[in-house]
């Protein structure tokens, strides 16, 4: 499929601006990258030339003085400056493709790594966001399009630029060393002949690198995303057992996988008969085909030259080796060159789309004020007359909310999907701003706090938390370093305590075995609990749970409640919930219905109005009737 970029092409100045950008972002990231990439380059590609004149002139003199001594030191000086060439190309080179491994290999995800963790979570949470990303790794996997290709074009060029120099240095005495006068072949020392090999070498080249930049350019139009994604998702979907394969047995995919992988193997982005196969076969390949015959004619030209030359007696048969060899090296380092710049000039294209992520601003106010330190704990928070819609959309997810926390209370959020809670919560943790109205945290807008100070006063678990394939303690720390002791007594409070005295290696267990062979899977309800657990040690003045019982049985749930006034102690809660016999044991209850708190006031109360509180209870009153029964309690 062709790529839509291309419709809109940069000009040369803007695809300059876009490539330098890119080349100081390298700098600015890896600084010694340069200085590996210049001695590198410079070392390996000059090396090389250093024995090719010293065997030039070993030949020449065994094909003509034949003076023993200077055969002899000829000999010894090839044999020397080979051994040193050699040995300092493969240590330069070593050392540059070491750098360039342990910085090039992880500068790119280092990049976007520190990009996502700065950025305002309002962009992490829009979907454009995830295509943006999505979109500079696949270029990148797809022809190693954007950041990693101006680096390694930089290398490639300047690895050109010194054979350039190498092979001009000695290539000059070819053009100045003259036919001696009276034989046939004098008209080679006319400066015509000279001036017209340069010009036909100019020439060569030229075209060459323009068949090839042109051949190149069809590969740049198109877009593999879509032919990538198919054949990752089939060709690896019987071998992600843990996600896929109990589907793929018990509904017997296997014969639909594999008629999918055989047709795209025929059909898809990437066979024979795709777009792309047929430009390969057609014009894009007759122009690279092209660019090759042309460079094999010159260097047909270059021997003649040089074979006419030597028959006119203007050096010796050993000359010919060296100018052979460097006219040719030249022809490359120049055609080479040129087809680097020719890349570069497309991939500038793609720089478009890194940048496009790279400057998505940060629009959130961070605030100057530090949130007050209170061993008392007396925080408020109120919204005032607040109403959300989400960036991109004209839906109110919220509209003229007005709720204030009691200070050290319990507050339950309630309503049905869709309502209003989890945008409730995420303005609550300004992870967005309100688009109308006041957050207040004790009278001041919460917009006027540091945001990481303000970011500290909470607790929370999302519902769709995650923890890391990393040791336990780790996890409930969120850190590397953390009180053992204080760790275990979380993990018992939130009700992890005799998993954690079956772990084989307690906190120092690692979960899941993403990178410990010997690493433990555990349980939605167990991930719960340690998330629990997370949010005790944090020890911040509110406490947010999110559904937090919804993977546990229903034994692991009553033993949450029973301990949750524990888990709490004088911190204020807000816990949403759709069990409403959760709600009861919390001092007030706001219900949520089209992004408006419809009511608010204790169960009894609520349960006591006609209203949303009361339809609700009732839809679920004979779940919590029949569990009533079974544990002994009336509702």
Request: charged share 25%; proline share 3%.
């Amino acid at each position: 499929m062709r790529e839509e970029r291309n419709q809109e092409r940069l000009s040369r100045k803007e695809a300059a601006a876009n490539t330098w950008r890119a080349v100081k972002i390298w700098r600015k990231a890896a600084p010694e990258l340069f200085l590996s990439m210049v001695v590198g380059s410079a070392v390996s590609r000059l090396a090389p030339y250093v024995p090719l004149y010293f065997t030039a002139q070993l030949i020449n003199e065994i094909a003509g003085g034949r003076d023993p001594q200077r055969v002899w030191a000829l000999l010894v000086a090839l044999l020397g400056a080979s051994a040193a060439s050699g040995l300092l190309a493969q240590g330069a080179m070593r050392w540059s493709n070491v750098i360039t491994d342990v910085k090039a290999g992880n500068v790119f995800d280092k990049i976007v790594l520190e990009k996502l963790l700065s950025m305002d979570y309002c962009h992490i949470d829009d979907p454009s966001t995830g295509e943006l990303l999505n979109r500079i790794k696949h270029d990148r996997y797809w022809s190693a399009w954007g950041l990693d290709k101006v680096y390694f074009s930089l290398r490639y060029m300047l690895q050109h630029i010194f054979t350039i120099l190498g092979a001009a240095a000695l290539s000059v005495s070819l053009f100045l060393l003259p036919v001696p006068g009276g034989r046939s072949l004098v008209w080679l020392n006319h400066p015509a002949c000279s001036l017209g090999m340069v010009v036909l070498l100019v020439l060569t080249v030229l075209l060459s690198s323009l068949l090839f930049n042109k051949g190149t350019s069809y590969w740049a139009r198109y877009d593999g995303a879509k032919g990538n994604r198919e054949f990752g998702f089939f060709y690896f979907a019987a071998h992600v057992e843990r996600f896929r394969g109990a589907d793929i047995r018990t509904y017997e995919q296997d014969a639909f996988i594999r008629e999918k992988v055989l047709r795209l193997g025929q059909l898809g982005d990437f066979a024979p008969k795709s777009e792309i196969g047929r430009d390969a076969r057609g014009e894009m390949g007759l122009y690279i085909a092209a660019s090759e015959a042309v460079s094999r004619a010159f260097t047909g030209v270059i021997y003649l030259y040089v074979g006419l030359k030597d028959l006119g007696g203007a050096f010796g048969i050993g000359s010919v080796t060296q100018y052979v060899g460097a006219l040719a090296g030249l022809a490359s380092g120049v055609s080479g060159l040129l087809k680097e710049l020719g890349g570069l000039r497309e991939n500038a294209e793609y720089l478009r789309t890194t940048y496009q992520f790279l400057d998505i601003p940060n629009s959130m106010y961070q605030g100057s004020l530090t949130t007050e330190k209170r061993n008392d704990r007396k925080y408020e928070i109120e919204f005032r007359d607040v109403s959300f819609q989400y960036p991109g959309t004209d839906v109110w997810a919220l509209r003229s909310l007005n709720v204030k926390f009691q200070v050290g209370g319990r507050l339950a959020v309630v309503g049905e999907n869709g309502s209003g809670k989890t945008t409730f919560i995420k303005l609550l943790c300004r992870l967005y701003d309100p688009t109308e109205g006041t957050i207040l945290l004790n009278g001041i807008d919460i917009r006027k706090y540091r945001y990481d100070d303000y970011l500290a006063l909470f607790s929370v678990v999302f519902q769709d938390f995650r923890l890391l394939a990393q040791p336990l303690g780790q996890n409930v720390a969120a850190s590397e370093k953390y009180d053992r002791q204080r760790a275990e007594d979380c993990l018992e409070k939130a009700g992890f305590g005799p998993q954690l005295r079956n772990l084989p290696e307690g906190l120092d267990t690692c979960l899941y075995r993403e990178f410990e062979d010997n690493g433990v899977e555990i349980s939605g309800g167990e991930a719960q609990k340690i998330a629990l657990a997370r949010v005790l040690y944090r020890d911040a003045p509110f406490i947010v749970l999110d559904e937090p019982t919804a993977a546990l049985d229903p034994e692991a749930e009553a033993e949450i409640y029973t301990k949750f006034d524990e888990i709490v102690t004088d911190k204020t809660a807000i816990y949403i919930s759709h069990r409403l016999s959760s709600c009861r044991f919390c001092d007030e209850i706001a219900v949520f219905e089209n992004g408006r708190v419809v009511q608010q006031g204790t169960h009894d109360n609520l349960l006591a109005q006609e209203g949303k509180y009361s339809s609700l209870w009732t839809a679920q009153a004979q779940y919590y009737q029949k569990k009533g029964e079974e544990d002994g309690e009336e509702f």
